[in-house]
């Protein structure tokens, strides 16, 4: 059944208790996920399955960057292939995700990763660190645009270990190489750009970079 025909047959206060039970990446543990054992209470956002406020202010990874004592949640070798893992009631109809990583404290994020059409159906998807990434911590962001549902912007982010460069290029290299990786999309956030997503259909990011997976009706023809 549909979400939105579950909608129509029922009331509409379980319609939007429904609406609210979204999705959120269980792997790796995004700052404040209510799912890792080690965070203590205090530091659990039991929300974390809810969108970014649709101002924007909370872009990126509300916010949780500036107020939670980092902690990497996984190690990463460049040039190898590792899997996010997303956990929820409600797909929203799937939609678009993109993978991308940080390093400089979630500013400007670049894609490693884009998934177009039926995302995050299949609740698991694979990415490769480039062999180019720089060493040291980053912010790995899942950011996701729902199929069917109000216009939102999911973003998630787990602060992530790079380890040491297998080709040990210089750090300046690295980060050139990491300039030229497409930027994250952003959209359905007001006070950041006029990007609006459209309800019942999937985004197709203008540059979703190399590693691109098709889902849903969607093929590289879209
Ligand atoms: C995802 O990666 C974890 C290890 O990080 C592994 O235990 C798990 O089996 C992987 N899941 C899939 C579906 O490949």
Redesign the pocket.
């Known amino acids: 059944m549909s979400f939105k025909r579950l909608c129509t047959l029922l009331a509409v206060s379980s319609c939007l208790s429904i609406a609210s039970a979204h999705m959120q990446m269980s ?1 790796p543990y995004p700052l404040r996920s209510p799912l890792d054992p080690l965070n203590p209470p205090e530091m659990k956002d039991y929300n974390m399955i809810s969108p970014l406020d649709p101002s924007g202010d909370d872009y990126a990874c509300k916010g949780y960057q500036y107020n939670t004592p980092w902690r990497p949640t ?1 190690s990463y070798n460049p040039g190898e292939t ?2 996010i ?1 997303i956990v929820g009631g409600a797909t929203h109809g799937g939609g678009s995700c993109q993978i991308s990583l940080s390093y400089d404290n979630g500013v400007t994020f670049k894609v490693i990763k884009s998934i177009i059409g039926g995302c995050p159906i299949a609740l ?1 998807y ?1 990415f490769t660190i480039p062999t180019t990434a720089p060493s040291g911590e980053a912010l790995l962001a899942w950011t996701w645009f729902n199929h069917e549902g109000n216009r939102e912007m999911y973003m998630n982010c787990a602060v992530v270990d790079i380890t040491g460069n297998a080709r040990s290029r210089s750090k300046r290299a690295a980060t050139a190489a990491l300039a030229r990786l497409p930027s994250i999309y952003v959209a359905n956030l007001a006070d950041i750009n006029s990007c609006k997503t459209v309800e019942m259909h999937d985004v197709v990011f203008p540059d979703p970079g190399k590693d691109v997976e098709y889902g849903g009706d969607m093929s590289s023809a879209s």
């Open positions: 792997w996984a590792y899997n893992t698991t694979d």
